[in-house]
């Protein structure tokens, strides 16, 4: 691990699969978001806090490549890292690994700053300062 990345450890649960208990498609989005969630706290920086300073991150894309099935019961390793950093958007990178360390997921997500009445705002300077760790490109 980077000190740009932040990893997050997951067990499949058996709500999560589907009757062959392998982990649903929908269900990686959640899982990224645990990923993005874990990298702010990482940072020194709560989501809610972001929120409370009036800085919110909608989702603008999401793309997953799927190379192999994750299973009921297996750990999961989701690997997050910012791999850019505009005026007024982010865009995460994931890889999630089982615990034999095979890739079984990549993929990225892709956020526009927007205020709470939800008008797209540039990225307040304090939370770039935090996103891009003091740095003017990424972290």
């Known amino acids: ?5 932040c990893i997050t450890r997951l067990r499949v ?5 589907d009757a062959m208990g392998i982990v649903h498609h929908s ?3 959640t899982w990224f978001e645990a990923g993005r969630s874990d990298l702010f706290r ?6 809610s806090d972001c929120e409370a300073r009036g800085a919110f991150f909608r989702v603008t894309e999401l ?16 690997c997050t890292r910012i791999s ?5 958007g982010v865009t995460f990178w994931y890889e999630v690994r089982n615990s034999e ?3 079984l997921v990549t993929g990225h997500t892709r956020h526009i700053c927007v205020n709470a009445s939800g008008e797209v705002q540039t990225i307040p300077g304090w939370l770039r300062q935090i996103l ?3 740095q003017p490109g990424i972290p």
């Open 63 to 78: 793309f997953v490549r799927f190379s192999q099935p994750a299973r009921y019961d297996e750990e999961v390793v989701i």
């Open 1 to 5: 691990m980077s000190s740009g990345e």
């Open 101 to 103: 360390n095979a890739l």
């Open 132 to 134: 891009t760790g003091g």
């Open 42 to 47: 990482q940072k020194g920086l709560g989501y």
């Open 13 to 17: 649960r058996y709500a999560e699969t």
């Open 27 to 29: 269900h990686y989005a």
């Open 84 to 88: 850019e950093v505009r005026s007024r």
